[in-house]
């Protein structure tokens, strides 16, 4: 027991890897060879073309690879003495099951019929993980385990609930393209071929010189303005951080069946916990959630300043204070310490002395008094922001 209040310590260091997948999102990817000879098109008017596209429905398969350069993580689990998920958790939860895109390269099926319905699938040998939204159900299946995971709540919280499947080509292109700005460079970068489609390539590059990020390339449909691959990459080179796109896809309604779900006899049925919190209230929220996560603006310990977004544009640094002096990672257990140290460097300046926690994407200071800035920005950025607020 003593062990696991130790190693909850490190919680915070350890998140800069959660920190790095969120910031990527869950995207499909991976083109075809060959290169079109398409129309000439300018940035503003591709642009367009996406903002333009209303694709409802589609099916299909595409693959993910991501790389973000992270340490081994064999043996952290047992080195934290089971605080990466509780007894009570499913195998078949989707913020635990889907952590699994954060590296490696993965083969998925999706299928979408409109905003209420939508299937993905990821593949595994024989073994499959289905996640299936359909109206005000979300329901995840494993079925090496043999367990589901069943969230269900009312209308009105169904955007929230979208928001847990991993999102498509279209909404991270949204997502960078709102971020675009005189700090951005966009330009079109010729034509693919994804997926059998001819597609058109957006270029998208930061201005900004500190920035983690070298381009974001997005294939983008020539007929329907529907984006087809997301290629993220690193100032650091090599692999992409995220290669994903289709492999297969057909624009056409899938059969209804696609959304239909019921969990086969023998299976180990998980309720989610709005759920649960649902039927203990008799429908209402539990005091205070009604107005979002208790304390959330006032940082993370008693004393937190909350947090602060130091810049703009592609170098934006989020700042927060947790209160309280970071851990000692030569108190870790072994295995935790080991990964610590693996990505991890000592730096110093101004503001004291610290560790940055890096990926080829986001990096985070923790200083030793217990301050954390984080961003997709290089170790110097980080440093200079630090020193600054001193």
């Known amino acids: 027991m003593a062990e696991t209040r130790k190693a909850s310590r490190f919680v915070v260091p350890v998140a800069v890897a959660g920190v790095a997948a969120a910031t990527i999102g869950l995207v499909p990817a991976l083109a075809a060879s060959g290169d079109p000879d398409l129309p000439e098109i300018t940035a503003q008017q591709l642009i367009e073309k996406i903002a333009a596209s209303d694709t409802q429905t589609l099916s299909g398969t595409f693959r993910i690879s991501t790389d973000l350069g992270l340490p ?60 299936i939204h359909n109206g005000d159900d979300v329901w ?48 079109v970068g010729g034509t693919a071929k994804v997926a059998g489609r001819d597609a058109y390539q957006l270029v998208i590059k930061p201005k900004q010189s500190g920035s983690t990020v070298e381009s974001v390339k997005i294939a983008v449909d020539a007929a329907n303005g529907t984006p087809l691959k997301f290629t993220l990459s690193s100032v650091q080179g090599g692999k992409p951080v995220v290669d994903a796109g289709f492999t297969k896809v057909d624009f056409g309604r899938p059969a209804a069946s696609e959304f239909t779900f019921e969990a086969p006899q023998g299976t180990k049925v998980t309720e989610g916990a709005a759920e649960k919190a649902a039927e203990e209230s008799g429908g209402d929220l539990p005091k205070g959630f ?24 592609w170098t934006a640094i989020a700042k927060l204070d947790t209160g309280a002096p970071a851990p000692r990672t030569d108190e870790a257990p072994k295995e935790l310490q080991g990964f610590l140290d693996s990505f991890g460097d000592k730096v110093t300046g101004k503001f004291g ?33 630090a020193n600054a607020g001193k």
């Open 72 to 131: 081994s993580l064999g043996g952290l689990a047992s080195g934290l003495g089971g605080l990466g998920g509780g007894s009570g958790s499913s195998s078949a939860d989707p913020t635990e099951k889907l952590t699994e895109l954060v590296s490696g390269t993965h083969t998925l099926r999706v299928a979408a019929d409109g905003p209420e319905r939508q299937r993905l699938t990821l593949l595994d040998g024989s073994d499959e993980y289905s996640l």
């Open 140 to 187: 995840g299946y494993d079925s090496r385990s043999k367990e589901a995971f069943h969230e269900k709540g009312a209308a009105s919280g169904a955007p929230e609930k979208e928001q847990k499947l991993p999102g498509t080509p279209k909404e991270l292109a949204d997502e960078v393209l709102k971020a675009a700005g005189d700090t951005t460079s966009i330009t």
């Open 290 to 313: 009604e107005e979002g996560f208790p304390g959330l603006g006032k940082g993370f310990g008693d004393s937190g300043e909350g947090v602060n977004v130091i810049g703009e544009g």
């Open 353 to 385: 002395s610290g560790t940055v926690f890096s990926t080829k994407l986001v990096n985070a200071l923790l200083t030793d008094d217990g301050k954390v800035y984080v961003g997709a920005v290089t170790k110097d950025a980080l440093v200079d922001a």
